[in-house]
């Protein structure tokens, strides 16, 4: 304790790593069976933002024979300080070692946090390698979106919960509990994990390769162990726990607010999308049970704001009745309502234009591409009428600035799409001039980022455009953004192509992981912190050619490094989509009633939760 | 609208909580707690309260002081025990009372800080020899240090004339120095910066760790 406090008072925000937030629960540690430490791979500001680190926290924590405590990647003056002293990785509710809890479950939010995964499974003192571990160490388990591709981390991880966490994870506790707790046998407990649903142990998979490098087969190694590993999802999703006394971070957080989770899975299809595939299907919540949960958030916490999150908030059934009545509800408190992405229409802006306390600068839209035939490609369905009628209205309720979201190196993206882009931001500046906004306070923001192909996406097939490339179509769109009123913001392309590499891994990845933190690679995904020439350097000592993953264009029967993990959605239409994208033809929105045939529902033996769908089948 | 002074302390692993976050922390308690709140007018209100000096990251507190405004009065008592329910582990409401409405502002009023500062030294010295130290210190008629602020810009300042009082007692290979400096708007002093004096200049042999400190008291003016 004495060493922890010397080293808070020689780093910046020393809140980071001190717990005792409203609301942290605090258990007996030696009246717990089972002891699990959460790990973000990222700073204490970004996982505390993380509705899933809340939602299991609540869930484990809500046992009586479990404990789940949190732990945060370091930021670089910590690691510093805590190497310097010898001080072991820690969690926050209690201040242990990670080395004492019986789990250590790893969070896979983004591809670039995966060498601080290693950093800290070493930070802990825990050999990076699942082969190398034994009695004594922790489990080390992993799951999120990334867990859809667990490839490259397949050395590193004893087991992968595939899908949402809230149910499995019971089953994986109380799975530990009877084959004797910390005392268990590891490769038994792996075997039985292995036959729960959603459940994928790397170990118990033998992976095979064509003498070109491709992949030829992806086996089960032991009985028991399925083929292919199917992903849970939460059935009768209004009644799914839910955290309505979410820990109230003491230090300025990114999403510092209540959140209210009103619906899972989003039905718009983008083809680009990994989140539009691994969270369907839609499920929507009530609205008394989220009227209930906004008034207990609240209550526990004190936040002055409470946001409605999900992929597609706009989305929501009965969204507008749902901003109403909240509204009604929280403002005499002085709270307000907050949607983090809007769609783009004059419906979501009303929606804004509601719930506005605060008048922010800026509303956001993400059209993604810049004319309509790649939209098409992309099935994201929106048109220019769409977007000009909703910067109209975003203008009329007074905002002056309009950031855009796009993605350049989108499949089939020509010439012709980079004018496009530059074309509706120059219309959006020209309807800000028609409709007064004041020169000096109008302003049209556009970030591009580059295209990643993502596995279980109808473009998981595609390569990703070369650096080069990109970077002179970043340098074509900088040309055409200029301008008065006009800002341009892009990504760096290397942190994008190293984010493809990761995505589409196989295992093999795994040693330039470990040559990558070995050369001092952290926090990747934060610019000041991101060296490319590390990882090259990483790739050139494996012997890995980094090119043949981002920049591979796939045949639709080879056999990709994930499809040993099943997302529910079928190979099948993801090539009829791939195909659809191809001829430019867009694919309906499943809420329409239109089912477009993914597969997912009978795969999982599921239907969407839609409210009306809902209130019909309990009413007979 | 009724105003009441809180003193309050901030201790324990709440103490690396920053200035602006104790805000934050502070008005979520005192939401969970469901006082009758005076808010701020404007498009984005919030609570009327106001701290006292910031008190810097990783230095206790052992009275603090926050003026409050509500809309309907309440009795002291209770403020204090609807707060201390809420409050996170290490801030601690230790005593409300009302003030009128038109005291001046906290942080217009306050000018002098206490400080005990707890020191581990390399090796023993003697009550003669940490009297001589702290004699030499009072005894120089100006003491100009460099201080660097924030953005890394190096000042140099006089920080003799905020020094008040300075006493310390020594057990072993401790030393607890009792400071009183001048904080607030005009100057400030830190007492780091004493200790750094005493080290440097006085050769009182400081250990190379942080040494523990409290801030002990807040006083107004005189």
Partial sequence: ?620 | MPRYRIEYRKEGMARFISHLDLVRTLERAMRRAGLPLAFSRGFNPHPRFSLGAPLPVGVMGEREYLDLELVTALPEDEIKGRLNEQLPGGLEVTRVWSIPEDAPALMATLEKATYRVDLRLVRAITPEDLRKIIDGLLALPEIIITRRSGDKKEKTLDIRPGIHALSGRVEGNRVTLEMCLAVGSRATVRPEEVVQVLAERFGLPVADEQPGVSRTGLYCGG
């Avoid at chain 1, 080390?140 to 966490?165: K, Q, S, T, W, Y």
């Avoid at chain 1, 004190?302 to 109403?324: K, N, P």
């Fill in chain 1, 1 to 620: 304790m004495f060493e922890l406090e010397q080293v808070l008072h020689r780093v910046q925000k020393p809140a980071r790593y001190v717990g005792g937030e409203w609301n942290v629960v605090r258990k007996d540690w030696d009246k717990t069976a089972v002891r699990v430490a959460f790990a973000f791979p990222d700073v204490y500001e970004v996982g505390m933002s993380h509705l899933g680190l809340q939602i299991l926290y609540h869930v484990v924590n809500s046992r009586e024979d479990a404990l789940l405590e949190r732990t945060f990647a370091p930021w670089v003056d910590m690691e510093g300080e805590m190497r310097r002293r010898g001080l072991p990785l820690f969690t926050l509710e209690s201040h242990r070692p990670v080395k004492d809890f019986d789990i250590l479950a790893f969070t896979l939010q983004y591809e670039m946090t995966f060498t601080n995964i290693l950093n800290m499974l070493d930070l802990a003192g825990i050999p990076l390698r699942s082969e190398q571990r034994g009695p004594g160490h922790p489990l080390v388990i992993a799951g999120g979106p990334c867990a859809f591709n667990p490839e490259p981390l397949a050395d590193f991880i004893d087991l992968f919960v595939i899908g949402e966490g809230e149910e499995v994870i019971h089953e994986l506790l109380d799975l530990y509990l009877e084959l004797g707790g910390h005392r268990l046998d590891r490769q038994r407990f792996l075997h039985r994990a292995a036959a729960i649903a959603g459940v994928y142990v790397p170990s118990l998979y033998r992976v095979e390769y064509h003498a070109d490098g491709t992949i030829s087969a992806i086996e089960p190694v032991a009985s028991g162990v399925p083929a292919r590993v199917v992903k849970r999802v939460v059935r009768n999703f209004d009644r799914a726990p839910f955290p309505v006394k979410p820990l109230v971070p003491s230090l300025g957080v990114v999403h510092d607010r209540g959140m209210l989770e009103v619906q899972r899975g989003c039905t718009r299809g983008c083809r680009f999308c990994q989140a539009g595939v691994i969270y369907r299907p839609v499920r929507e919540k009530s609205p008394a049970t989220l009227l209930q949960q906004a008034d207990e958030i609240i209550r526990h916490t004190g936040y002055d704001e409470i946001s409605l999150v999900s992929l597609s908030t706009a989305d929501y059934s009965r969204i507008q009745e749902m901003v109403r009545s909240l509204l009604d509800r929280l403002e005499g408190m002085g709270v307000s309502v907050s949607l983090p992405s809007l769609r783009v229409d004059a419906f979501s802006v009303a929606l804004a234009r509601e719930v506005q306390r605060v008048r922010r600068a800026s509303l956001t839209f993400a059209p993604e591409a810049g004319t309509q035939r790649l939209r098409d490609v992309i099935n994201k369905g929106v048109t220019e009428e769409n977007l000009m009628e909703a910067v109209s209205a975003a203008f009329a309720a007074g905002w002056t600035a309009i950031k855009l979201y796009f993605m350049i190196g989108l499949p089939t993206e020509r010439e012709e799409d980079l004018h496009g882009i530059a074309g509706l931001a120059r219309q959006v500046l020209a309807r800000g001039k028609e409709m007064g906004v004041p020169g000096n306070r109008l302003r049209v923001t556009v970030s591009a980022s580059s295209f990643v192909p993502k596995s279980h996406t109808p473009f998981q097939w595609e390569p990703q455009v070369e650096m080069e490339e990109l970077r002179r179509r970043q340098r074509t769109l900088r040309g055409l953004l200029k301008g008065k009123g006009l800002v341009f913001h892009w990504h760096e392309v290397e942190a994008s192509f190293l984010e493809a590499v990761l995505a589409r891994g196989d295992r093999r990845l795994g040693r330039v992981l470990e040559e990558a933190w070995r050369l001092g690679c952290r926090f990747d995904g934060w610019s000041e912190c991101f060296d490319f020439e590390k990882w090259q350097e990483a790739f050139h000592r494996a012997g890995i050619n980094p090119a043949r993953y981002a920049y591979r264009r796939y045949a639709y029967d080879d056999l990709l490094p994930w499809d040993h993990i099943d997302a529910g959605v079928s190979r099948k239409y993801l090539v009829l989509e791939h195909k659809r994208a191809m001829e430019g033809k867009a694919t309906p929105d499943c809420r329409t009633g239109v089912c477009p045939g993914c597969g997912l529902c009978p795969t999982l033996e599921i239907e969407p939760e839609l409210l009306e769908q809902v209130e019909k089948n309990a009413s007979g």
